[in-house]
């Protein structure tokens, strides 16, 4: 039977007790049990009104706060100590029936030696407590102590209950951000490959040209490592990547590649998730110019809604498009929908379909929130063709 009393489940790391919660305990312990003995100076006064409050009333009054604060302090510190905050409600709930009964005890014994040693009341307060009296003050002791004691662990279990929400939102961005960079690094060696494909099929062709590739290349490169640990950059400074992407495009295919920038200068601060637009370029040229002989023309354009909340970027270019199908999902667009999911939920969409309005003419089209605007770091981009 002992070894089952005191047994307790592993304890769990010692975390050192703020100091500031420390203060509130105690706050809280001195200030709760004043007010109980308040609470008896006050049903002395209503019902045993031929008592006359003197200083050994008060000093009873007094003693017994001192006495239960103390009392419910060792209860605390044995459930501390043997871990029983960790337990399920039944095995606690006979360990606290047990334990507040044994305080109960004790401390009206401690009350009572103080009473008849220290204080010491005159034989016209009454006589020291009888058998009967003595027990109906255990009781009544033993059902303070359980208030006590719910009071304690219901703060508790509120103080835990807030802590896993705390650690499931924690969890949760955690996930998150596993997530975006699990979705960033399969992007960029999908750019890398392809950027070194182009530049291989001009090595021996050209090599001039295929030195020039390289410095584009590199620079993009760059960008990609430094952006990869971002969620968001300005507009302006993915168009730098855009920009180099389509040079390094427009050398491989000569004639066959025309673009086009409309860029309107209030979207260039907007902050969108990196690679995103480079991402619908690159799948342009690749599935709508590369394979037609006669090439085609890439066009982009980024313009604010009317009331300004959201941005528009639109790519057309020159094509059919044909769905994929659930064998042949494009790994670029759904890593691309995934992360704006991820970063603004339904609020951002992005659609791939072929124009209505033109033949042969294929529409990828981003809708993102506006939020707060970032330092944009690279020159404004203005309307350009090549």
């Not at 031929?50 to 003693?63: E, S």
């Not at 584009?216 to 168009?239: C, F, K, M, W």
């Amino acid at each position: 039977m002992t070894s089952l009393f005191f047994r307790s489940p592993t304890p769990a790391p010692v975390v050192p007790v703020p100091t500031h919660r420390r203060r509130w305990y105690w706050g809280l312990q001195v200030v709760g049990w004043l007010l109980y003995a308040g609470l008896g100076l006050l049903l002395i006064r209503l019902f045993a009104m031929r008592v006359v409050i003197g200083w050994h009333i008060l000093a009873i009054q007094l003693a017994m706060a001192v006495v239960l604060l103390f009392a419910s302090h060792g209860v605390r510190a044995w459930v501390k100590r043997y871990h029983w905050k960790q337990l399920a409600f039944g095995a606690l709930l006979w360990r606290l029936l047990v334990v507040n009964g044994v305080v109960a005890v004790l401390s009206q014994l401690v009350l009572g030696a103080i009473i008849a040693f220290l204080i010491r009341p005159p034989a016209s307060l009454g006589a020291p407590s009888g058998g009967p009296q003595f027990v109906g003050y255990i009781l009544q002791t033993y059902f303070v102590l359980w208030l006590w004691t719910a009071c304690y662990f219901g703060l508790h279990y509120l103080d835990r209950y807030r802590q896993a929400e705390v650690d499931k939102w924690k969890l949760h961005a955690a996930v998150r951000e596993a997530e975006m960079s699990t979705l960033k690094a399969q992007i960029n060696p999908h750019f890398l490959f392809n950027g070194l494909n182009n530049i291989r099929a001009l090595v021996m062709e050209d090599p001039a040209r295929a030195r020039a590739m390289m410095t584009h290349l590199s620079d993009l490169l760059r960008y990609s490592i430094q952006l990869n640990g971002t969620e968001q950059v300005p507009l302006a400074r993915e168009l730098e990547i855009v920009e180099h992407y389509l040079q390094l495009e427009a050398m491989q295919l000569e004639e066959r590649l025309t673009y086009t920038l409309d860029i309107d200068p209030a979207t260039l601060a907007v902050p969108v998730p990196p690679m995103t637009l480079q991402l619908l370029v690159e799948n342009a040229i690749k599935h709508g110019i590369a394979p037609r002989p006669k090439g085609g023309t890439v066009a982009v354009s980024a313009q604010l809604a009317t009331d300004g909340a959201q941005l528009h970027v639109v790519v057309r270019n020159t094509g059919r498009y044909q769905p994929p199908t659930p064998d042949h999902t494009g790994i670029g667009l759904r890593n691309a929908r995934e992360r704006l999911a991820l970063l603004f939920g339904p609020a951002a969409t992005l659609t791939l379909t072929n124009d209505p309005n033109a033949p042969n003419q294929v529409l990828a089209h981003v809708q993102l929130p506006v939020a707060a605007a970032l330092p944009s770091l690279s020159t404004p981009v203005s309307a350009a063709s090549v």
